[in-house]
């Protein structure tokens, strides 16, 4: 499952981080970032793969839960 919008917002905010900071962290474009937190294009596989790989260090990304009625959620990893 690849992150909402939203999702990679938090990401970014948990970890206290750039669009140009994750842009250069998984070498897609800050533009393409912008795109992907606005929900604006769906993202090829390797723009997907990229931008997770980069905020996956440091979070995780939580699937929705209906029986809880929660929607999909970020949390930061124990370092």
């Not at 998984?26 to 533009?31: H, L, M, N, W």
């Not at 979070?59 to 029986?67: A, G, H, N, Q, R």
Request: glycine letters at 8%; one cysteine or more; hydrophobic letters at 45%.
């Amino acid at each position: 499952m690849f992150p909402t919008g939203p999702q990679i917002r938090a990401a970014r905010a948990l970890l206290n981080m750039s669009r140009d900071e994750l842009a250069a962290l998984s070498g897609v474009s800050a533009r393409t970032i912008d795109n992907l937190e606005s929900e604006a294009r769906t993202p090829i596989q390797a723009t997907q793969i990229a931008v997770m790989s980069a905020l996956m260090s440091g979070v995780e990304f939580l699937p929705p839960d209906p029986k809880l009625g929660r929607g999909p959620g970020v949390c930061l990893v124990a370092r």
